[in-house]
Each structure stands twice: as C-alpha cells, then as structure tokens.
C-alpha cells in the first residue's frame, strides 16, 4: 500500500534527520519527502510518502506521534487529500517536430514549457506521482536528459 | 517562575540538578566538562568516580532502575561522550530514567572537527528518549527540568544533555521554570474504561486464561495491583525475563519467566494458555519464540503505557493503552463494583499448579556438588528477601532466572533488552547507591564482569559495598554453550583460561576476595560478604559444559522447548 503521511513537527534545526532516522532504524523506505513551514513559522509540515502493509504504516504512524519533536502525525486518506508534486524534465530534441510534439503532450497534462534550446527544453508539471509517471513514459522516447522531483505536498480536503 | 539571578551554564546545571533533588553523579571529568566540574566544589551533589564513562552510565541505570528516578551521569566530549553510548542504549533498550550529560567543544568549534569533538547527538539519536543542546547558557535550566520530566515519564528512558564548553563558562540572567510546555510530548493516556471491562469479560470467558507481566510492572511499580487481579480471577502469573520478580516467584500462582530460558513449567503453560493479559511488555523474540506461533494460538489483552507498542509485535483483540498501575486498579475497581472473586481452583489452575509441581520435582540438574542451581538455591538461602540482584549476561544470568526465586517483586534487575555484558557490576553500584540499607549482589559470569571489573575501584574507594558472585566457568559460557549446540562443539574464542585469579584481581583493589569451591565455602562466603563493609567478591568455579536448560532455540516456538535429556 501507498500511504501519504502528514508531519507537522516544530521548526526546529535537526528535526528532518530524527524523521528520516526513525524510518531507517524501524527498516521502512521513504518514497519522497517534502518539507516546508506553515502558516505558524513555529512548525513545519513534512509530508511523506511510503510503501507498507495496513499493519506496518499504522506502526510507523504511531511511533512518530511517539516523537517528542512531532505535534500531528497524519495517515491521509489519498481520496480526500488533495496531493501534488512539482517535477521538472529536460528532454533531447533531435529533430523539430520533437519539439512540437512535447509542447502538445506537456499542454495535454497541464505543464509548462522552460528553457526552450536547440537541443533540449525542459517541462515543469504540477500533478499527482501517478500522472507524472504517465508523463514520463510518453516522452521516454524522445530521451530524457535529466528530472528533479520535489516529492508529495498533500492537504486534507475540508470537511474530511 | 522563580527570580532571576546571574550565574554561569555550570552553575545553572547544578543548581537545576539540586531543584529536581539529584544527589550524586556518576561520572568522569574531561577537558570539555571541567566548568561543570568545578561546580562540585560549591554544591550539595556527590560525585562518584568511575573508571569508564561506559561503568558510569550503567551506575546510573542501576540508580534510576532502583530508585525510580533519573541516576546522572557526567562525561567529557569526544571519547567521554562516545563511551556512554552503551549506557544510554543499555538504558533506553530496558526503559530505564537516565539523565546523561556531557561536555562539548565551544559552539564556534562545533562541525570543526575539534580535539575530542564527536557529535553526539547525531550519534546518539537512536538510543535516547530526547537530547538537549543548549547553545547559550540561559537554556540550560530549562533543558535540565525537561530532560527529568522526559526521562522519568510515560515510558521512561535516557535523556542526552550535551552542553558546550562556553555555554557552560559563559552567564546568563537564569530562570528556573516550575511550568513549562512540551506541545508534542504526551506520556499519559487516560486508560479505557470499555476496554478494561472488555478484558474482565474476555478473561472470565476464556477456560484457559494467564497473566503474563512484563518490565513495565516493574517500572510502574504495580505489584499490589498485580498479585489482586491474579488472586481475585484465579489466574497464573507467568513473566518476561525482564518482568521475573513483578509478582512473588514464591507464590503458588507463580509460574516463573516464558522464554529462551523460561521456566519449563511457564513456557509449558504458556502455550497451553488460551488468553492472555499482557501487562507491559513488548513480547520481545527472547519472550515469545516466533511472534507467528504465539498470536496464532492466543486471544491477546494488550496493556502498555506505549500505545506504539500495541500491535507491533503482536496483534491484541483488547488493546488497554495507560500506566499498568492505572490500568490495573480501573480492573480491580470494576470487579469490585460487579463482585467478581473466584475461589474455586478451576481445573485449569489445578493443571498449573501440578505441571509446577511436576518440573519443581523432575527438572534435571547439574548432577555435581557445585552446580549451577544448587548455588542460586544457596544465595537465595541466604539472602534476606529485600536484597536486590542485579546480573551480567550470560549463562549465569539465565540460571539466576531459572534457579533464583524473587520473593519480593521489584528486587531483579538485568540487562534484559540489549543484553549488555558489564552491565551488572557498575549497576549494583547505583543500585546500592539507591538502597544502601539492603544487601545488593551482581550475579556475575567472569566473560560479563571482566568487561567492566575496573568499577571495583569505585567501589572500594567511594565506600560503597556490593557483592560480586562469580559463577565461574573461565569460558564464555553462553556462547560456548552455543557453539556446543549449534556449530559441532567448535570452540573459537571462548576459553579463558584462568585469567586473572579474581581474588588477587579484588584484593589488588583493596576489595574482599573469596574463592568458594564447596557448598560449605560458599556458606561462609555469603554471610562474609553479607557482614563486610567492604565490596566483596566471590569467585565459585563451576563445570564449564554446564548447560543452561530449559532452551527455546532461536526461530522456533515456546513448544519446541529443549529439555535436560
């Protein structure tokens, strides 16, 4: 099972290392992992995606409520969250109609053209892992150059 | 708030230390803790000294196991601090309160690779319940009040104050808080009244039900309420190794510790049982064999103050999250209010009590005159019941447990979770710092005390006269024992060979040194050591290919249980 956690912890200097520790020495992986401050500069929101049966996330949830740094711990349900990740592609262009091509592809999935050289331009989408994962694929072809992904931001939707 | 005075970080640490009613410290100065040190001179806290900050850190473990309250330990940066990390993961592995501080180099030299710099707290992160580093002198006072409450709540366990060396020069206008806020720290949860009730009922609808009480009995001190709930449901106690001694080993319900090296007669009941109430444990591998073949058989009642260790290695059907003490007493109170008292013995308590019998009689010992359990027989002999015991690791700690009856709960300490050879010796010494008035005895394996031997100075010096009992088989027993089963009787690395003569070793430090090597040496051994206001050290050679027997061989379950053939 995929599972997004939400971290709120205080905005202290080491915090990010106890997390990504804790889930190092209780043997669990960390898919990606977002971290950015809140509305109260006084915490920070690290939002964390991993992989684990029903029994090992609740476990990792419960031992990082078990934190003393940690103020909310979160398993949040992906249907009544509202969860994104910025990515960022550079892709080969070997012949001008490549170029063509991606703009098309990128405006089919909401992104936005950056960098536009001879050889290579570079696609900033803003979308869910699974869509930028079906990005990918479709430009697989055309050779990619480099990716930077920012891992998952997710909030609640209200009234859930 | 109190009013605020100016002072050094040094000065603010003791006089912090003294407001939370620390007494002494166990410790090893250095370089980067001299200002700390200095304090010693100008305040009302002892300072023992050890020999290795290692010992000090396990002296005060055994304090805070004993007293219930936070034993200090003081080392120096760098090697000092590096050295206390078996302590602190020693402290954290067993829960016990622990309150380690160290010296630093000064802020600006930090992530400098300074003489004696080690990062510490990236080091130590995976041991300690919290670390504090104060980075100006007007932190340290609050660091020192959160460190206690830290360590001394919920579940316990060892905080790390680390505190630079200008930090701890430098002075600051200090407040001493008598409030204060730590928004993500919640160490008590209120028990559920349903789930208590729910228990009572799973447990009076079970034919086969026991108790299996673990550490955390001890830890919250819950003997009373324990031993009501096992006379009023009729229900027999086993425990967890790190449990033996939470409910009387004397008492006819009384079973004994499951296990590795459990009882015959408990982990015979165990897997026989058919519901069990787990009071504060963890069901740890060295408990409960394979975690699959013990929940498949069993209806689970979970109670523990961590609420994380709910479903981690078990699955429990009730899950009572709360201080056991707590826990137990909402129970008590809810078989009162619906006049629930057994008194009949069902037959499954009949059972119990015959398949006691049974083992309490055909158990196969060490046929020789200085067997292992004759000699734990003798001690407890001779021991008054309040005395406390505290153990290496090894075979001699696995005899303690199957030959040497608790009677009064509270009164056995080991290094049951990280299993730390040395551990015993230092700790008895914070033990008896914490009671001087009773008798304290390290059951010891020459392998374990070897490890931290050089606490005898300690001892000696800083008058403090614990009795070290050496089963002595100049042999890593328990890995030898190992390698007899498990590798072909191939002995690499285990064998001694009758070094150092550990009388001389006692006497070169001014310690009292005994060989006993007949039931009648023994004797006079114990009543010397118990009447000397000196350490004493008591070696007894033993049979080195004395096995310890009953054995659950690691990967397998209770039921597979290896006996003396």
New interface residues.
Partial sequence: MWAILSIV??NKP?IL??IT?LFR?RNFNIDSISVGVTENPAYSRMTITTFGDE?QV??IV??L???????EVKHLDEHKTVYRELSLFKIKISNASDSMEINKLANAYGGKIHDVKKESLMVELTATPDQIKAFEELIQPFGILDVARTGVAALQRSGS | MNKMETMTGAKALMMAMEKEGVKQVFGIPGGANLPMYDEFARCNIRHILARHEQSAAHMADGFGRVSRKPGVCFATSGPGATNILTGLATAQADSSPMIAVTGQVPVAMIGKDAFQESDI??MS??VV??AFQPRTAGEVPEAVRKGFY?AETGRPGPVLIDIPKDVQQNEAEMTFPDEFK????HPWTDPDIVACEKAIDMLLNSEKPIILAGGGTIISSAFAELQAIAETLMLPVVTTFKGKGAFPETHPLSLGPIGMHGHAEANKMMTEADCVLAIGTRFSDRSVGTFEAFEKRLKIIHMDV???E???NQ?AQVAVVGDVKVSLRIMIKLLLQRAIKKTDETPWVKHVKETKAYWKENLKLHPGEMGAAKILRKLRELLPKESIITTEVGQHQMWASLFYDVIQPGTFFSSTGLGTMGWGFPASIGAKVARPDVPVVDIAGDGSFAMTENSLATAVLEDIPVIVFILNNYTLGMVAQWQRTFYDRRMIGVDQQHCPDYVKLAESYGAQGIRAQSMDELDKAIKAALSSDVATVIDIPIDPEEDVLPFVAPGTSLADMILPS
């Fill in positions: 912890v205080e080491g290392f106890k520790h020495s029994k609740a476990q419960k031992q409520d078990k934190m003393i740094d940690t103020i | 707290i990236g992160n995976p319940k919290y830290i730590i928004q993500g720290y961590d609420p994380a709910i479903g981690k699955t």
